[in-house]
């Protein structure tokens, strides 16, 4: 196939497609939990009840990564991303007209299915249609979308759900999933097939011989390193406000802005870092580097003697650091990624961001229930100083080969 080069508006139009399918994903993360407050007393259940419904959908999106990127790998990113985009809208809009807190519990497993799509989808996409000279910053726009999903989703559901109802609510965003799918079907002409992107076509290789490759050091490092940043960065995300009132008797306004900071830390970090990926080749420096200094802050923050006023900056500094890290471990990952394996390998490799995410509630809540707030940054800094030595294997790890059977 003759792949037309590469030029600064067709990568440019790439990273936005898949920006804003990679926004639209994170925006189904926050749909339903936003409207938790409604459906709480619309159903007469616990919030346990409606926990179970996150759980479930990060659940299903763990297990179905990897086997969505086997099917990205057949069947091409393009097909699979457009089902899960169909998948996420369809379960939207089916929730809408659930008739009970039970109706929810298959329809969020079918959400979580049609999540699983994303990341083998988007990198597979990013990795064969991108130069290489700018794909560090196609990465940074990837991460960046993401926060923005998250960000929208509460506003849009809110304000639907206020105005005409939490069904509406959901069925509107239902729309918006069948809408980004239809965006992302008229511009799938500017897409380079990763399965035949730099090489002849890429025969399947066969299940035993895909498995032995996904159980290579340098991958199970990769998904150490996905699970242990997860844990560490949805745990600050969520229990950072209640650690913070605890550990300093802060105003709960002062604990929210602290967070908003660690947010918009994260999100600066991740653009700074898509420009230093693309300036540098010891990406293994950057991304063990962030996670140290983001580990340096939440243990100084432990320590519980910082005046209030200080809380801010530092998690402005934590996310900052962390959020460098994004773009510089896409491309360890991509460099460990033989040709035509995208799929399988960053579906696999991201669904330690799923098993990071699905137990930090458990840990972290536990840390808390026990009157110990200092240890979840404590905790934090823990798992964040373990990424590093998963990022060894990353460097030291040979060229990988085409694909082959």
């Known amino acids: ?51 179970l419904l996150v759980s479930l959908f990060y659940a299903a999106s763990g297990v179905g990564q990897t086997a969505a990127g086997f099917l990205v790998d057949r069947l091409g990113a393009p097909r699979v991303l457009l089902a899960g ?21 298959p329809l969020a497993v079918l959400a ?43 506003v849009f559901m809110v304000g639907i759900a206020s105005a005409l109802g939490w069904r509406a609510a959901l069925v ?6 069948f809408a980004v799918a239809l965006f992302v079907a008229s511009q799938r002409g500017a897409f380079v097939d990763h399965r035949t992107a730099g090489a002849a076509r890429i025969a399947p290789a066969g299940l035993a011989r895909d498995a032995r490759l996904l159980l290579t050091a340098p991958l199970l490092a990769a998904f150490a390193y996905f699970a242990l940043a997860a844990t560490s960065q949805i745990g600050l995300q969520t229990f950072m406000t209640a650690a913070l009132i605890a550990l300093y008797q802060t105003p709960l306004g002062t604990a929210t802005a602290a967070l908003t900071a660690f947010l918009v830390g994260s999100s600066a970090g991740i653009f700074t870092g898509g420009f230093l990926a693309d300036r540098t080749a ?20 432990a320590s519980g003697a910082l005046p209030g006023a200080g809380l801010g900056p530092l998690a402005l500094l934590a996310g900052f650091c962390m959020g460098v890290t994004s773009p510089a471990r896409d491309l360890l990952v991509r460099a460990v990624t033989p040709a035509g394996a995208s799929g399988k390998v960053f579906g696999f490799v991201y669904s330690g961001l799923d098993l990071g995410s699905s137990t930090t509630p458990l840990l972290f809540g536990w840390i808390l229930d026990r009157g110990r707030p200092g240890l979840v940054f404590v905790a934090a800094a823990g798992l964040m100083l373990a990424t590093i030595a998963t990022v060894v294997p990353l460097r030291r790890a040979p060229e990988p080969a085409v694909a082959r059977p």
């Open 1 to 51: 196939m003759s792949v037309e080069p590469s030029t600064l508006g067709r990568d440019a139009r790439v990273i936005g497609v898949v920006g804003t399918a990679h926004l639209t994903s994170h925006f189904f993360h926050m749909a339903l939990p936003a409207l938790f407050p409604i459906l709480k007393e619309a159903f007469g259940v616990p919030y346990i009840a409606l926990g």
């Open 172 to 177: 509107a965003a239902g729309c918006l999933g």
């Open 282 to 301: 010891r990406h293994d420096l950057v991304a063990g580097g962030g996670m140290l200094g983001s580990a340096v802050v939440m243990l100084t923050v």
């Open 85 to 105: 985009l169909a998948l996420l809208g369809g379960a939207a809009v089916l929730a809408g007209f659930a008739p009970s807190y039970a109706a929810f519990l």
């Open 112 to 154: 979580g299915l049609g999540n699983s799509v994303f990341h083998p989808c988007d990198y597979s996409i990013l990795n064969a249609s991108v130069s290489r000279g700018r794909l560090g910053r196609g990465y940074g726009v990837h991460g960046i979308s993401g926060n923005l999903g998250w960000a929208l989703a509460p």
